[in-house]
């Protein structure tokens, strides 16, 4: 027996290196879940978002199929001005949140005195990059298809709602 007083204490590292596994993985299954229940709230905001914005726009919509686009066209115009919100939101959104992890692991590693190592979560970034462009595209097809299949006069006219 190496211990031969009550003052020497002995941990099983093991067991509390598995404890933080799965206290991690149990916190990257929250943060998942978190994701996805925000992605379908910004779903339904962005569909009200543009549904008002294509209500309050239905004249540039008639002028437009005036010109000689078609609705698909149209609508197609919709989406990537959705999906040029989208990612410069996520891109700007991506750039500050990477900023502000690597300052705040390297301050809790300075105060540790622990080499600086940074884990990138990819899974849950690439999750929430596929469902923001989902969300986008969806959100603004719904919003626009109710009008793509009005007469161009009764768009102009403000009919189009």
């Known amino acids: 027996n190496f211990v031969t007083n009550d003052i020497t204490v002995i941990f099983d590292t093991a067991s509390l290196l598995s404890t933080t ?3 991690t993985e149990a916190l ?3 943060f998942d879940l978190v994701s ?5 709230l910004c779903f339904f905001v962005l569909w009200l978002s543009f549904t008002s914005n294509i209500r309050e726009n239905s004249w540039e919509f008639g002028v437009l199929r005036a010109v000689g686009l078609s ?3 149209v609508i197609r115009v919709y989406i990537y001005e959705a999906l040029a919100i989208i990612i410069t939101a996520l891109v700007l959104g991506s750039i500050c949140g990477l900023m502000l992890a690597v300052t705040l692991t390297l301050q809790f590693n300075l105060f540790t005195e622990m080499p600086f ?3 990138f979560p990819y899974f849950l970034f690439f999750s929430v990059l596929i469902l923001s462009l989902s969300v986008a595209i969806g959100g603004s097809y719904l919003a626009a298809r109710h009008i793509k299949n009005r007469e161009i006069a009764q768009v102009l006219k403000g ?3």
Do not use: K, P
């Open 71 to 73: 609705a698909a066209q």
């Open 21 to 23: 596994d799965v206290a």
């Open 117 to 119: 190592s940074f884990q």
């Open 36 to 40: 996805v229940i925000a992605a379908v």
């Open 159 to 161: 009919g189009g709602c």
């Open 28 to 30: 990257i299954a929250f």
